[in-house]
């Protein structure tokens, strides 16, 4: 987030020998304690202005925005967060990437706000109402929006990928 990201670009970007490139998190303070505080508890917790700065400051090393859409994350807020996220690609011509997972809100709300270059990340995640998998239809708009240029990413994780999910995709 962008309260936190001077310490990533210093410690961890500019050591490395390789090119390493981020997705800044609408979140401020990104995912510091993400398993014990949402970044995204409320509009508190995103600061418009100040994300917009740290990605104007930071063009070379950040590619694109990134949200968290998932119900342990954003609760009753649903598909708000994802939607600021957005608005901030928009303005700064860069991609989104959304983390989803279980709603609210749910994936094809998701679905809705995504334009060629955003990319879904644990798009495979198998959780019921969650998935790409839930309905045929929403597998269908899963592949309209991957032949339009919208990215399917397996992202990682235990909780975040089911292998019975890609199997069937």
Same mark, same amino acid.
């Given at each position: 987030?962008?309260?936190?990201?001077?310490?990533? %670009?210093?410690?961890? /970007?500019?050591?490395?020998?390789?090119? @390493?490139?981020?997705?800044?998190?609408?979140?401020? +303070?990104?995912? =510091?304690?993400?398993?014990?505080?949402?970044?995204?508890?409320?509009?508190?917790?995103?600061?418009?202005?100040?994300?917009?700065?740290?990605?104007?400051?930071?063009?070379?090393?950040?590619?694109?925005?990134?949200?968290?859409?998932?119900?342990?994350?954003?609760?009753?807020?649903?598909?708000?967060?994802?939607?600021?996220?957005? %608005?901030?690609?928009? /303005?700064?011509?860069?991609?989104?990437? @959304?983390?989803?997972?279980?709603?609210?809100?749910? +994936?094809?709300? =998701?679905?809705?706000?995504?334009?060629?270059?955003?990319?879904?990340?644990?798009?495979?995640?198998?959780?019921?109402?969650?998935?790409?998998?839930?309905?045929?239809?929403?597998?269908?708009?899963?592949?309209?929006?991957?032949?339009?240029?919208?990215?399917?990413?397996?992202?990682?994780?235990?909780?975040?990928?089911?292998?019975?999910?890609?199997?069937?995709?």
């Amino acid at each position: 987030g962008e309260a936190n990201f001077h310490g990533l %670009r210093e410690y961890v /970007i500019e050591p490395q020998a390789e090119t @390493v490139k981020a997705f800044l998190n609408i979140g401020s +303070i990104g995912l =510091v304690a993400c398993n014990r505080v949402s970044e995204l508890i409320d509009m508190r917790s995103i600061d418009v202005d100040r994300t917009l700065a740290v990605i104007e400051a930071n063009r070379d090393v950040i590619c694109g925005v990134k949200v968290r859409a998932s119900g342990v994350i954003v609760g009753a807020w649903g598909i708000t967060p994802a939607k600021i996220a957005k %608005r901030l690609g928009e /303005i700064t011509d860069l991609p989104l990437m @959304v983390h989803v997972g279980e709603p609210p809100p749910l +994936i094809d709300e =998701v679905f809705d706000i995504l334009s060629p270059g955003d990319i879904v990340t644990h798009c495979f995640n198998g959780k019921k109402a969650g998935s790409i998998r839930d309905t045929a239809a929403l597998f269908n708009q899963a592949r309209h929006l991957s032949e339009r240029g919208v990215r399917m990413d397996i992202g990682h994780g235990q909780a975040s990928f089911c292998f019975a999910t890609a199997r069937a995709s």
